[in-house]
Structures are given as structure tokens and as C-alpha cells.
């Protein structure tokens, strides 16, 4: 983080410009900042450098620590999660007073449930008239486990003894961490170029907020022990990276994603699976998540003398607004590539309607209608025949969504014939599988072509 002091109109009246600078100045200051990092600002050193004012544990390792290292006052300090500040000091009685509650529903998504498919599922029944406290909790809003961090800059006098703490500390930004998602939000986000502007009495000031990151020397590159998978294994390193979503209809949309492993795949992090975004608001009809998620897959190459299948990743898109107004915005499937690479996606989605009613629950209330299990939107893992038919499904287009996938294979044997082999194998499956749905769809063509002639037989003899 840097921070200047902006030039004075007076400037161009002086010869020099030291001429108008007091000791209040500041003309820059950058800091380099880690995660829950503590650094003290000059009124907390001042204040925890006496002894009789540290009461509880924390505030007694702050004393020893400013004691023992002879810590001196920054302009720019941190508030870690340990320690006892307050972002929103509103008084209750003011007009935009915001409770502690309404904050936390800001950021609460739906739990993630009925993973399983339906069939499988053990809460079948809808509607439960007597439901148990714990059936209660389970399903209330799930509200993220979070750490937060606030960079804050000292404006004090210091010709002043004491000052107002409400305009002399002023907050830069916030970073929390969600810990079930692996998510880090910065509020305000990074800016390398255009400065914030903090307006001050009597003068203004510019900051900046930059990721930095660390250099990575060549000796931290080289790897001298690799873990190989096991014989007959073929193991994928799978990268997703959730973009952006754009012409969705509401705001406040997430994208919740499930990996269908089909027969002979595995994997030992299955709460990795399934996954969901982080809420993001839209601006022009565009919302950047940049959400990543890894899992590692691994395969049986014993299935070469089957036709192999290959997993299908399951996306759904919602929106959860202010007034808990939850909404299903579409829905999309794609086979993850069977090749090692980068590549680029975007995806359509497409959502379900169900009449007038369901329209106007949509708008008004929430609670539109979704598929009772989403692997319903690929091609489900109980399917039996060689077609799925959906046309009975009413759906209509919805927005996009980016994606990138990063795919790295490794497999123990280093015989090039035998990855060739399992390529050559999947390549002739797929082709086979496209034949025989052509094929299916010419006869079906085929049947109606003779149905439709042998009715107009029918109608010509009436006649």
C-alpha cells in the first residue's frame, strides 16, 4: 500500500515547495503487507508501551513486544482479526443503521445440499410439517467462517496531544478470508493505476493498493523428489478458473459447480467435487469472480477394454439479492477436455420455466423452478439407453459463463504406445457414440417420415 499528500493550490505561490510543508506532511509512505500482519500506529504504541494499560493476554504480548523490540509508530497500521475494532460505529438510533445480522445475510449463500441423485436421496419429502431443531439450522442460509484484516493510515496532528480518533484514523481496506470457499476479498479492490482519493480537513490524499508478489529464485523451482501415481493409474491435475458471468437477468449472482465422476474415476478430496463462487455484483451486465478450484483425478486404465467415459463438469447459476430473494439464473454442462492444456470456455446457460405463476414468483418472491438433481442438465450417471429424452423440459436462454480449465496428466509408465493407446481408445468411443446418436436420430426421422405417409394413405382413402 502507498499513500501521498496531494499538492497544495499554494504551491505555485512559494519559490520551493518545502516552504509550505509542516511537520504534519506526508509526502509518501508505502508499506509491504502480509496477511493478519500487525503493525502498530503511534497512538498504540504509545498506549500499550505502559503497562497498567494492558489488561487481557493480547494486550500483555503487544507490551512485550513493543517493549523488547523497541517497535516505533507507523502512519500506515493493521487491525488483525485478534484484536478488538469495530468498521461500523453507527449509533442504533441513527437512520442508516445497519445491524450485525442484516451484514451477515449481505454475504450469507444457500448450503450447498441433495448433492446425491434424487433417487438416492434421503430427504425426498418436501415439505416436513414437524421439523426438527437440527433440520431447522440445516436449512437457514449457511453463513461463512471468515477472518478479516483492515489497513488503516493515521492523519492525526502531531502537534496535537489528542485528537478525534473517528477523523484521524481513516480505513483503507478491508480483507477477509472465506475459509470454507478459499476465498480472498479485498474491499476496495486493487487499483494500479487511478489513486483513491481520501478527503481530509483542510487537505486531501491518494493511495494505492498493489498485489505484491514474491520473487521465486531458480533453486525454489527444482523439484528433486515427484510423487508418481500408482501403476495403471492415470492422474489428472485439474485447474478451474471461473472468470466472469455476463446478461444474466438478476444481480448478486454465484455459480455453484459439481464434477460427475463416471465409472473407473476417483478421487481422494471428494469434498472437492463441488464447490461455489463468491457473490458478485454485476456492472453492465458483466461480473468478474476469478474463483479458482483443484482437485487431482485419477483413473483406471483398466477400463481400455471398455469404452471410457469421461467426467462432466455440472454448473448452475444463481442469484441471492438483499431482501433473500434466491433465484435459479441457469444452468450449463461441459466434458472436462481428455487432453493435457489450457483452454478457454464460455458457456450458455439455460433455465426452466413453468408458466405465469412461476414468472411471477420469480420476480416477486424468489423460489423459481429448478431440476430436482443437475446432473439432469448433463447426462446423469443411472441413465440407462442409448438416448435421454428432454423434450418435454421448457427452458429458455440465459447468460454466459467464463471458464478456464488447465488440465496436467501424469502416469507412471513412460511408454508413449500406451497413452497413445488410451487416446486412440477414448477418441474411437466418442466417435462411436456420435455415429450411433446419428444414427438413432435418422431412424426416429425415418419413423415419422413412414408414420406421416401411412396417416395420409389413411386420409386419402377416407375420402
Known amino acids: 500500500i502507498k499513500i501521498l499528500q496531494q499538492k497544495s493550490p499554494l504551491v505555485d505561490?512559494?519559490?520551493?515547495?518545502?516552504?509550505?510543508?509542516?511537520?504534519?506532511?506526508?509526502?509518501?509512505?508505502?508499506?509491504?503487507?502480509?496477511?493478519?500482519?500487525?503493525?502498530?500506529?503511534?497512538?498504540?504504541?504509545?498506549?500499550?508501551?505502559?503497562?497498567?494499560?494492558?489488561?487481557?493476554?493480547?494486550?500483555?504480548?503487544?507490551?512485550?513486544?513493543?517493549?523488547?523490540?523497541?517497535?516505533?509508530?507507523?502512519?500506515?497500521?493493521?487491525?488483525?482479526?485478534?484484536?478488538s475494532y469495530r468498521q461500523d460505529k453507527t449509533a442504533v438510533t441513527s437512520s442508516n443503521y445497519s445491524s450485525f445480522l442484516s451484514r451477515k445475510n449481505a454475504s450469507a449463500l444457500p448450503e450447498i445440499q441433495n448433492r446425491k441423485p434424487f433417487n438416492e436421496r434421503y430427504n425426498k419429502q418436501v415439505i416436513d410439517n414437524s421439523p426438527t431443531d437440527s433440520r431447522i439450522r440445516s436449512s437457514h442460509y449457511l453463513y461463512l467462517d471468515c477472518s478479516v484484516m483492515h489497513v488503516m493510515v493515521d492523519l492525526s496532528n502531531r502537534e496535537q496531544v489528542s485528537s478525534d480518533p473517528e477523523t484521524s484514523k481513516i480505513l483503507l481496506c478491508t480483507l477477509t478470508y472465506n475459509k470454507a470457499g478459499k476465498v480472498l476479498s479485498i474491499d476496495p479492490d486493487i487499483n494500479n493505476a487511478e489513486a483513491y482519493i481520501i478527503e481530509s480537513i483542510g487537505m486531501n490524499y491518494e493511495y494505492w493498493i498493489e498485489h505484491e508478489i514474491p520473487k521465486v529464485y531458480y533453486q525454489d523451482k527444482n523439484i528433486s523428489d515427484i510423487e508418481l501415481p500408482p501403476a495403471n493409474i492415470l492422474r489428472l491435475f485439474l485447474t478451474l478458473d471461473f472468470t466472469d458471468a455476463r446478461d444474466f437477468n438478476y444481480n448478486s449472482i454465484f455459480i455453484t459447480y459439481t464434477i460427475d465422476l463416471?465409472?473407473?474415476?476417483?478421487?481422494?478430496?471428494?469434498?472437492?467435487?463441488?464447490?461455489?463462487?463468491?457473490?458478485?455484483?454485476?456492472?453492465?451486465?458483466?461480473?468478474?469472480?476469478?474463483?479458482v478450484a483443484e482437485i487431482t483425478l485419477d483413473l483406471d486404465l483398466n477400463c481400455l477394454y471398455d469404452v471410457p467415459s469421461w467426467p462432466y463438469l455440472l454448473i448452475s447459476v444463481g442469484s441471492l439479492d438483499n431482501w433473500t430473494r434466491y433465484r435459479i439464473e441457469g444452468y450449463t454442462s461441459i466434458p472436462l477436455p481428455s487432453s493435457s492444456g489450457s483452454y478457454e470456455f464460455k458457456l450458455q446457460t439455460w433455465r426452466p420455466v413453468y408458466g405465469v405463476v412461476n414468472a411471477l414468483r420469480r420476480f416477486f418472491t424468489g423460489g423459481t423452478a429448478e431440476l430436482e438433481d443437475i446432473a439432469y442438465c448433463g447426462i446423469p450417471r443411472d441413465h440407462e439407453g442409448k438416448s435421454l429424452d428432454k423434450k418435454q423440459l421448457r427452458v429458455v436462454p440465459s447468460g454466459t459463463v467464463g471458464l478456464r480449465v488447465n488440465i496436467v496428466q501424469q502416469s507412471k509408465s513412460s511408454s508413449k504406445n500406451r497413452g497413445y493407446k488410451f487416446q486412440e481408445r477414448f477418441n474411437s468411443g466418442s466417435l462411436i457414440n456420435t455415429v450411433n446418436s446419428v444414427l438413432e436420430q435418422f431412424k426416429a426421422a425415418r419413423e415419422r417420415m413412414i408414420q406421416a405417409r401411412s396417416d395420409r394413405i389413411d386420409f386419402l382413402n377416407k375420402d
Open 262 to 291: 463416471p465409472k473407473f474415476w476417483s478421487t481422494n478430496h471428494h469434498e472437492r467435487l463441488y464447490g461455489r463462487t463468491q457473490r458478485c455484483k454485476m456492472i453492465n451486465k458483466l461480473a468478474h469472480f476469478s474463483y
Open 13 to 83: 505561490l512559494f519559490d520551493y515547495e518545502e516552504e509550505i510543508h509542516d511537520s504534519n506532511y506526508l509526502e509518501s509512505e508505502e508499506k509491504t503487507i502480509s496477511w493478519q500482519e500487525k503493525i502498530f500506529s503511534s497512538s498504540e504504541v504509545k498506549f500499550y508501551s505502559e503497562e497498567k494499560n494492558c489488561k487481557n493476554q493480547l494486550q500483555k504480548d503487544y507490551h512485550e513486544l513493543i517493549t523488547s523490540e523497541n517497535v516505533q509508530g507507523s502512519r500506515l497500521f493493521t487491525y488483525t482479526a485478534e484484536d
